[in-house]
């Protein structure tokens, strides 16, 4: 039926009927980003809100010298598990959520690119962050820290399955990351709308952008030194033992190649939702857009060559510490530039001091504090002095949570009418803002007290004579505030989403897309796309949103029962395709379930299951493709407004061929990282040159560079799998391959 047949409430029922997700059991197959986007950012909430608990049993453990709280052992897992839980199964994931939920509606587009693989991502963050918390209750979490130093996590210091559950807990979370990482730089590549170049893109579409290139080269180190680690401890391989030629700093040096630029992966999409509600609340555009950009792209660059900002004290030449200082002090350039972008947005305006903008101003008062000491920490002779103390601890809350906690509040606040389609009563939210602010400070500043005073970190007790004890007893009294404050933020969620009166569709007066739709939205976002013509963070979207409720745009109509949207020229932002995007579906729960069986077998040593949980992983894969695609070419069809483009399977430029591009990227990247380990230890370890060592030791780094050529989706092995349904005449999509069947 075309647009010209149907009416207004036509047109939203049958979008409905296609794009709805059932409810019931049928929740369970729902691939909607929107809905897969709310479970991520509910499911992040519920780990922030356990690691919230851990943290408090830790102040309490310290509150008075000499406790006897809770023992050595018991703190030691509760110490780890908090700095797990907060980095790996809230901050990343959280970002993840709100990315999910809003770029589709940000960028014109009615979904992502790979819906299915966004829930397969979802459900082995859920069962990944599982494992981690039942083995938590069960009295075997991890407790190595949640850096995991070699050699304390190695099978001699650490012989139980608690480093075992960490290394593969959080490799099944990374998959996660990874999916969700291809998933958001694909989409904001090819499912704009129409007219929106790259020129005119939300700014926030550009911080993505940005962050997901970033997890694709900073996450497969990380995952390749679980590997490893997990290797040595199963199979007694000597990478990170000395006595055998190995070298621990190898770990550190896999494990801060991603863990420096996740601080800027966390940091981006703050930044991004900063530079979208500043400029709503100043009530003029962002400033500097063009001077963001670069500076985002630099800070991305430039986060790569930090790692060594953590290792300042392991003998590290003089030249490299040198390097890595002026990298680390230089980091802040970027940083300075939206800062200040953002305080000239605020003063050229007329701002309006919201609860979101309270939330901004907390932002600048925390994170440029912790931006002011990292700066110190970034000499080397300040380093020396203070590593490994309670001053870095005081740095890192300040920068992770003025850099990421702060935004995420204001982001929850100035977004929540667009979940609920309510109005927020603001009879809790200020004096919630006003406890964290003070509690936070107060448990943290005099943390760079402690730690300038020789307090060192991770430590589970200490004595009553080093004049510790007042100011570890109002940090500990901070954090029950700052407790207090968060408790009040939940509560009045709760009242928003049950009591909240019903507010209009937006209530801020702002100029980005997602408010030119229905709120809540519906499962299809818009009825028609838009034409963009100006900068997507300017637009009268009040004007815009009635028109597109009409179908007037791209796409205004339900076709054959497709959920289709639209694929654009990367730079021009030229409609050039259609893209038919697969429907609900229980596949990406069960693919996930049995990955999930495949890390319990390496968890709990049933080597036996693991070849056969892997293979039925890569049938299960094999499954997806049913339906979908076409076994013959359609030729171009109509998208509205006197258009017409082929369907995706018929173009080479689409989503599957920059998907496989970035997942060969992150191939490269592990097998960098292993090319690394493999120069490092004959050079770096002096152990490594007797005839044992070196034989078994690099014959043992091919193993998981085998498994990556074989398995990963740039591999050979997919190919081999789909020549027979091509042979057959089928077009197939598996994964992100794209292959079509070959001309008879």
């Given at each position: 039926m075309s647009q010209?047949?149907?009416?207004?409430?036509?047109?939203?029922?049958?979008?409905?009927?296609?794009?709805?997700t059932p409810p019931g059991w049928g929740q369970f197959s729902a691939v909607n980003h929107t809905i897969l986007g709310k479970r991520f950012m509910a499911l992040a909430l519920i780990f922030f809100t356990i690691g919230g608990v851990l943290a408090m049993l830790i102040r309490a453990q310290l509150a008075t010298p000499a406790s006897a709280f809770i023992g050595p052992e018991i703190y030691n897992q509760i110490f780890t598990m908090h700095g797990t839980v907060m980095m790996f199964l809230f901050a990343i994931p959280m970002f993840e959520g709100l990315a999910i939920y809003m770029l589709p509606k940000m960028l014109g587009a009615r979904d992502l690119a790979f819906p299915r693989m966004t829930a397969y991502g979802f459900w082995c963050y859920l069962f990944g962050g599982a494992i981690l918390i039942i083995a938590m209750l069960a009295g075997y979490a991890p407790n190595a820290g949640w850096f995991m130093y070699t050699p304390l996590s190695s099978g001699t210091y650490s012989p139980g399955i608690n480093a075992d559950i960490w290394l593969i807990g959080i490799t099944f979370v990374e998959i996660s990351a990874i999916t969700a990482a291809i998933e958001i730089v694909v989409s904001v590549l090819k499912m704009r709308a129409p007219g929106m170049s790259l020129e005119r893109m939300p700014i926030f579409g550009w911080y993505m952008l940005v962050t997901g290139g970033m997890m694709v080269v900073g996450f497969p180190p990380l995952i390749l030194g679980s590997i490893l680690l997990e290797m040595e401890r199963a199979f007694d391989l000597p990478y990170f033992d000395p006595t055998r030629g190995g070298d621990p700093l190898l770990w550190q040096h896999l494990f801060w190649l991603f863990g420096h630029p996740e601080v800027y992966i966390i940091f981006l999409p703050a930044a991004g939702v900063?530079?979208?509600i500043i400029p709503t609340f100043a009530r003029r555009p962002l400033i500097g857009y063009e001077a963001v950009i670069v500076a985002i792209v630099a800070m991305a660059f430039l986060s790569f060559g930090l790692w060594v900002h953590h290792m300042f004290t392991v003998g590290i030449p003089q030249l490299a510490l040198a390097f890595f200082s002026a990298a680390s002090a230089l980091v802040a350039i970027p940083t300075a530039v939206q800062i200040f972008t953002w305080i000239g947005t605020i003063a050229g305006g007329r701002p309006k001091f919201n609860i979101p903008m309270l939330y901004v101003v907390g932002f600048f008062i925390v994170f440029v504090c912790g931006g002011l000491t990292g700066v110190m920490l970034a000499m080397v002779p300040f380093n020396s002095q203070a590593h490994d103390s309670y001053f870095v601890v005081a740095h890192l809350h300040y920068v992770l949570v003025g850099g990421f906690v702060f935004p995420m509040l204001a982001a929850l606040y100035y977004w929540l009418p667009h979940f609920t389609g309510r109005r927020s009563v603001y009879r809790l939210s200020v004096p919630a803002f006003w406890l964290i602010?003070?509690?936070?400070n107060l448990t943290f500043f005099l943390m760079h007290l402690t730690g300038l005073m020789g307090m060192p970190r991770r430590i589970s007790t200490y004595p009553s004579n080093w004049g510790w004890d007042w100011l570890n007893l109002l940090s500990s009294f901070g954090s029950f505030i700052m407790t207090m404050g968060f408790a009040l933020v939940l509560t009045d969620i709760i009242l928003q989403f049950r009591f909240g009166p019903r507010g209009q569709r937006n209530p801020w007066g702002a100029r980005t897309l997602e408010w030119a739709m229905p709120t809540p939205p519906a499962s299809y976002n818009f009825a028609a796309l838009p034409a963009i013509d100006r900068r997507a963070d300017d637009l009268d979207t009040n004007a815009i949103g009635p028109d597109l409720a009409r179908g007037a745009g791209y796409l205004g109509f339900a076709r054959e029962g497709r959920q289709e949207t639209l694929g654009i020229d990367t730079l021009s932002g030229r409609p050039d395709h259609v893209i038919i995007?697969?429907?609900?579906?229980?596949?990406?729960?069960?693919?996930?379930?049995?990955?999930?069986?495949?890390?319990?077998?390496?968890?709990?040593?049933?080597?036996?299951?693991?070849p056969v949980a892997a293979?039925?992983?890569?049938?299960?894969?094999?499954?997806?493709?049913?339906?979908?695609?076409s076994t013959r070419d359609t030729g171009p069809i109509d998208i509205g407004q006197g258009e017409a483009v082929p369907t995706d399977n018929e173009v080479k430029n689409n989503v599957t061929y920059w998907a496989s591009l970035l997942a060969i990227a992150a191939d490269a990247t592990l097998y960098s990282a292993l090319l690394f380990g493999a120069l490092y230890l004959p050079v770096v370890s002096s152990g490594?040159?007797?005839?044992?060592?070196?034989?078994?030791?690099?014959?043992?780094?091919?193993?998981?560079?085998?498994?990556?050529?074989?398995?990963?989706?740039g591999g050979p092995v997919a190919p081999m799998l789909v020549r027979a349904a091509q042979r057959a005449g089928c077009w197939v999509r598996l994964g992100w391959h794209c292959w079509q069947p070959a001309p008879a």
């Amino acid at each position: 039926m075309s647009q010209a047949e149907q009416s207004p409430i036509g047109l939203h029922k049958a979008l409905e009927e296609i794009w709805s997700t059932p409810p019931g059991w049928g929740q369970f197959s729902a691939v909607n980003h929107t809905i897969l986007g709310k479970r991520f950012m509910a499911l992040a909430l519920i780990f922030f809100t356990i690691g919230g608990v851990l943290a408090m049993l830790i102040r309490a453990q310290l509150a008075t010298p000499a406790s006897a709280f809770i023992g050595p052992e018991i703190y030691n897992q509760i110490f780890t598990m908090h700095g797990t839980v907060m980095m790996f199964l809230f901050a990343i994931p959280m970002f993840e959520g709100l990315a999910i939920y809003m770029l589709p509606k940000m960028l014109g587009a009615r979904d992502l690119a790979f819906p299915r693989m966004t829930a397969y991502g979802f459900w082995c963050y859920l069962f990944g962050g599982a494992i981690l918390i039942i083995a938590m209750l069960a009295g075997y979490a991890p407790n190595a820290g949640w850096f995991m130093y070699t050699p304390l996590s190695s099978g001699t210091y650490s012989p139980g399955i608690n480093a075992d559950i960490w290394l593969i807990g959080i490799t099944f979370v990374e998959i996660s990351a990874i999916t969700a990482a291809i998933e958001i730089v694909v989409s904001v590549l090819k499912m704009r709308a129409p007219g929106m170049s790259l020129e005119r893109m939300p700014i926030f579409g550009w911080y993505m952008l940005v962050t997901g290139g970033m997890m694709v080269v900073g996450f497969p180190p990380l995952i390749l030194g679980s590997i490893l680690l997990e290797m040595e401890r199963a199979f007694d391989l000597p990478y990170f033992d000395p006595t055998r030629g190995g070298d621990p700093l190898l770990w550190q040096h896999l494990f801060w190649l991603f863990g420096h630029p996740e601080v800027y992966i966390i940091f981006l999409p703050a930044a991004g939702v900063l530079s979208t509600i500043i400029p709503t609340f100043a009530r003029r555009p962002l400033i500097g857009y063009e001077a963001v950009i670069v500076a985002i792209v630099a800070m991305a660059f430039l986060s790569f060559g930090l790692w060594v900002h953590h290792m300042f004290t392991v003998g590290i030449p003089q030249l490299a510490l040198a390097f890595f200082s002026a990298a680390s002090a230089l980091v802040a350039i970027p940083t300075a530039v939206q800062i200040f972008t953002w305080i000239g947005t605020i003063a050229g305006g007329r701002p309006k001091f919201n609860i979101p903008m309270l939330y901004v101003v907390g932002f600048f008062i925390v994170f440029v504090c912790g931006g002011l000491t990292g700066v110190m920490l970034a000499m080397v002779p300040f380093n020396s002095q203070a590593h490994d103390s309670y001053f870095v601890v005081a740095h890192l809350h300040y920068v992770l949570v003025g850099g990421f906690v702060f935004p995420m509040l204001a982001a929850l606040y100035y977004w929540l009418p667009h979940f609920t389609g309510r109005r927020s009563v603001y009879r809790l939210s200020v004096p919630a803002f006003w406890l964290i602010l003070i509690g936070f400070n107060l448990t943290f500043f005099l943390m760079h007290l402690t730690g300038l005073m020789g307090m060192p970190r991770r430590i589970s007790t200490y004595p009553s004579n080093w004049g510790w004890d007042w100011l570890n007893l109002l940090s500990s009294f901070g954090s029950f505030i700052m407790t207090m404050g968060f408790a009040l933020v939940l509560t009045d969620i709760i009242l928003q989403f049950r009591f909240g009166p019903r507010g209009q569709r937006n209530p801020w007066g702002a100029r980005t897309l997602e408010w030119a739709m229905p709120t809540p939205p519906a499962s299809y976002n818009f009825a028609a796309l838009p034409a963009i013509d100006r900068r997507a963070d300017d637009l009268d979207t009040n004007a815009i949103g009635p028109d597109l409720a009409r179908g007037a745009g791209y796409l205004g109509f339900a076709r054959e029962g497709r959920q289709e949207t639209l694929g654009i020229d990367t730079l021009s932002g030229r409609p050039d395709h259609v893209i038919i995007l697969p429907q609900r579906s229980f596949l990406p729960l069960w693919t996930a379930l049995v990955t999930g069986v495949f890390f319990l077998s390496l968890l709990f040593k049933l080597y036996w299951l693991t070849p056969v949980a892997a293979c039925a992983v890569i049938a299960l894969f094999c499954l997806w493709p049913r339906g979908l695609g076409s076994t013959r070419d359609t030729g171009p069809i109509d998208i509205g407004q006197g258009e017409a483009v082929p369907t995706d399977n018929e173009v080479k430029n689409n989503v599957t061929y920059w998907a496989s591009l970035l997942a060969i990227a992150a191939d490269a990247t592990l097998y960098s990282a292993l090319l690394f380990g493999a120069l490092y230890l004959p050079v770096v370890s002096s152990g490594w040159t007797g005839e044992a060592a070196p034989v078994n030791g690099l014959a043992a780094l091919s193993v998981p560079a085998a498994l990556a050529a074989a398995f990963a989706p740039g591999g050979p092995v997919a190919p081999m799998l789909v020549r027979a349904a091509q042979r057959a005449g089928c077009w197939v999509r598996l994964g992100w391959h794209c292959w079509q069947p070959a001309p008879a």
